[in-house]
């Protein structure tokens, strides 16, 4: 038996002042991005949604070290911008070690003044698909960059309203300090194994083109 009501445990998720949750942490749009995956030990007798959710807020708090705050301000983010930013490359990378220069393709876009065009925030506004069965779909409707929400980056600039996901350290480590490139493109390899083709052109992307 596990005490957790996860409908409760959701709804504080997404309106913890409602709930007297506080954090330093960015907390007005939700906590979808905040908490820190990991495990938790927990008293079960003792434990309730509250709590996991404060335990999961701490850990992200000491995830975000004071070297890490200066990064992003120095790379010209907020701390919410910085989040949100991670959770498009933890989305986008498979492999950690790709994680950096994803990261800096995302910067490159923003010196660019460029969409960030990235399908993981479209996959979030699309939700869940039943006829297929996975929060995934593959491949994306036909006229998805014209879907109309906040977090399709192929059609809005700037910014998604929120992160996408919880991202790992990993993932803020690259947001913290991306690779140097002038890459403004990637896209997923034709081989299957998950890793990416980078690209300084348009051109250059659509060579990589998957037959």
């Known amino acids: 038996y596990w005490p957790i009501d996860t409908a409760l445990f959701l709804d504080m998720a997404r309106h913890p002042q409602q709930y007297d949750i506080t954090s330093p942490l960015p907390i007005e749009n939700g906590l979808e991005g905040l908490l820190l995956s990991g495990d938790y030990v927990v008293e079960r007798s003792a434990v309730n949604e509250k709590q996991i959710l404060i335990a999961m807020l701490i850990g992200m708090e000491r995830n975000l070290t004071p070297?890490?705050?200066?990064?992003?301000?120095?790379?010209?983010?907020?701390?919410y911008q910085a989040l949100i930013m991670a959770s498009m490359v933890e989305k986008e990378a498979l492999s950690p070690a790709e994680m950096p220069l994803i990261a800096s393709v995302f910067y490159n876009r923003i010196e660019a003044n460029m969409r960030f065009q990235t399908d993981p925030t479209l996959q979030y506004a699309i939700g869940y698909d039943k006829g297929q069965e996975t929060w995934w779909i593959n491949p994306l409707p036909a006229g998805f960059d014209q879907i109309d929400s906040p977090y399709n980056t192929y059609r809005y600039e700037g910014f998604p309203p929120t992160p996408i996901c919880a991202p790992s350290h990993n993932a803020l480590l690259a947001?913290?300090?991306?690779?140097?490139?002038?890459?403004?493109?990637?896209?997923?390899?034709?081989?299957?194994s998950g890793e990416h083709n980078f690209s300084r052109t348009y051109d250059e992307h659509l060579n990589f083109a998957c037959p």
């Open 175 to 192: 947001v913290a300090d991306p690779a140097e490139s002038d890459y403004y493109f990637f896209r997923a390899k034709c081989d299957g």
């Open 67 to 79: 070297e890490l705050l200066t990064a992003y301000q120095n790379n010209g983010l907020s701390l």
